[in-house]
């Protein structure tokens, strides 16, 4: 009965509007935010907007933990960070652009 689910949302700024709902239907108010580190910052701020009073905790993802002179080594998950890294870029502006943040 403490776990609710969102099944409907197909993107941050939904996941903001519908998660947002539900913790005010509960009296919650602060709440803990566990995403990427790339996405952390849109995402917190798409809550903001709502109304929302996230706490960011960035998740490491496999491309953060790798350190020295590998961090620099071309490999999947450098790319795979890389392309994370760029969409939220560009997902920043896009919600800027629309208001959402």
Known sequence: DRVVLDPTSQNTRAHAVT????????????FVLVTSATHIRRAAAAFRVEGADP?????????????????????????????????????LFYYWWRGWV
Request: proline fraction near 8%; aromatic fraction near 8%.
């Open 19 to 30: 998660v947002t709902r539900l913790l005010r239907q509960r009296g919650i108010t602060r």
């Open 55 to 91: 706490v960011p905790s960035p998740a490491k993802t496999e491309a953060e933990i790798v350190r020295g002179w590998r961090a620099f080594w071309p490999s999947p998950s450098a790319l795979v960070a890389t392309e994370a890294s760029m969409h939220d870029y560009l997902g």
